[in-house]
């Protein structure tokens, strides 16, 4: 098992070679020496990651001329993992997931799901395509809660999307322009996807304190005029489990009104909160219209029923319900009444209580491992909410090498350098995912790799 997880990181790399266009077709690569030295692994290792690509057909042995790059095209798209995915190899038994940014299955109530099923059978006639902006029941159930939570909005200003990161590719393509700046927390989870930068736009990092964004890096990176837009999570941060102060959200909301700038606020870790409900929402108190709000039901019920929403003014919905039709003619109908059935019955409330009590006995547990191991080596912050530790290293060691020794050791972790476009000595830990005995296990086997790498 071990081989084959470091065979896969060598392997990875070897493609990102290919397709960044540094090794082009035709061309000899380095031999099984030199890759092991250069990446720190045993030769066999090696060897079991040639195989694997030739048997893609990216690579071949030429007698005579040793292995070249066969391929670069369909083959080397096909096999490349997708950039928000290729530091998950959580498929193979074993591994302790450290990384996963989602809840285990024993976090939620038993049958929770069959319960809410077995409330549809019977109700459902048919299942075509919803009105545009998704179905009304739905967008009506939505609305009630956001209400409850504070933040009113009319059923015609939400937009049922295929979770969140499908609103942050209608709100891309459908409103922003290319060559716009998108101004975001550094670090942010924005980092580690495409979604703006596949379409000709920039990320400026935002520098951050404890209570969130800071006002004064923020008024020097835009000016009005600009291109556009902040995108920012100001409750429970991923990576960093950051809760933005209300004074900070003010500050923030009055910022972007007086200066023309547009912010996109991702909400979907409110509900997780386990000591004290966020302050209200930057939405809840836009009274410009310069909010768009986006939340999911992913992170709090189950990532399969692909159900996000937006939240904005009727005219914007309107033009982002327009986007969503042209690609994929609405969200699974079978999925919205599923969630519809959930809020409107008041059951997802209930619910979060359950999900709450779980992640305080887990967060609890892992603040004890950390304690315990990492004391003398790392920093960090217990999040008042949400899953995510951001543990910062005291001694500059090579994340890169610590990755893969802790990866070959069946520990897989998130290195902060995926959420950042500069150097980091921080890496992202969730406690959502892994048992409290699987994560002191991890934590403990990471220990010695620190220690070995400071050394």
Known sequence: MKKS?????????IKEQIAAGKWAVGMKIPSQRVLAEDLSVNRSTVVAALDQLKAEGIIE???GKGTLVANNTWSL????PSPDRDMTPSAHAGIIDLSRGELAEDVFPENYLNDVLSRLSGKIQTLGYEERGGYEPLREAVAGYMARQGTPVSPSSILIVSGAMQGFQL???????AGSSILLEEPSYLYSIHTFQSLGMSLKGIQMDEEGLLLSSLQSAWTSGQKGALYTIPSFHNPTGTLMSLERRKDILSFGSSHKLPIIEDDIYRDLWLDSPPP???????????????????KTLSPGLRIGWIAGSEAVIERLSNVKMQADYGTSSLSQRVAAEWLGEGLYEHHLQFVRNELRKRRLAASHSLQRYLSDLAEWTIPKGGFFIWLRLNQPISLKELYTESLNEGILFHPGSIYTEGSSRAIRLSFGYASPDQFEEGIKRMKKWIIALSK
């Open 5 to 13: 997880i470091k065979s896969d990181f060598v392997a990875g790399w």
């Open 77 to 80: 798209l096909a096999s490349l």
């Open 171 to 177: 709100i891309a393509s459908g409103l922003l322009e």
């Open 61 to 63: 042995g030429v007698m």
């Open 280 to 298: 209200p929402s930057l939405k809840s108190m836009d009274a410009a219209g310069n909010v768009l709000y986006i939340s999911s039901l992913s």
